[in-house]
């Protein structure tokens, strides 16, 4: 082995050694010594149908305003397309109460197919206006229970697919954070 071989060979294994060779699949969440940070508490949620004006409270969101909310035109039966739940979050360390608020297209459904132009979900509280703790303003997103967890959906297109008309739809869990709704895993 050359001497010129050899150098190289020392090193790369000096930076070996040293850390720079680490694989890149390994990923250092915090330095050594620290504890973990806790978990989110886990919580149940159960939706049902709301009574409250969806669309009232789409229009008291100041963050919303009125570009949106005037974009909201009544379909052909004099209803404004907008859905509304009550979403229930409990667990051992309380509970959270929510409405989601769904914008839906008139005239619905094509090709079995319900299409929205958004969700949003507010805080409700008793003592203080409902605050809203997420949005999604993308077409076919919708803010749902299911399996007693909090989902997004939105829809999966494949090639071909017509705007209005995607193949399926995929959900995305979300978690309630103590300040908000945030996609599961952000």
């Known amino acids: 082995m050359s001497p010129k ?51 009232r409270v789409l229009r008291e969101d100041p963050r919303l305003g009125t570009k949106v909310t005037s ?37 619905g459904r094509t090709c079995g197919y319900e299409g929205t132009s958004g969700t949003y979900v507010y805080r409700l509280a008793q003592d203080r206006p409902a605050e809203r703790v997420f949005a999604d303003q993308a077409a076919g997103s919708r803010v749902e229970v299911q399996n007693a967890a909090l989902v997004l959906v939105r829809p999966s297109y494949l090639p071909g697919d017509a705007a209005n008309c995607p193949t399926s739809t995929s959900s995305t869990p979300m978690r309630w954070n103590g300040r908000a709704l945030v996609l599961d895993g952000a």
């Open 71 to 107: 974009a909201i035109k009544r379909c052909s039966d004099g209803r404004y397309p907008i859905y509304s739940d009550e979403i229930s979050l409990s667990g051992d360390s309380g509970s959270v109460r929510l409405l989601a608020v769904t914008v839906y297209t008139c005239p």
């Open 5 to 55: 071989n050899a150098a190289a060979l020392l090193l790369t294994g000096t930076l070996l050694l040293a850390g720079c060779g680490i694989d890149p699949r390994v990923r250092l969440e915090r330095p050594a010594g620290q504890s973990s940070p806790s978990p989110a508490p886990t919580l149940t949620a159960m939706g049902t149908p709301s009574d409250l004006d969806g669309m």
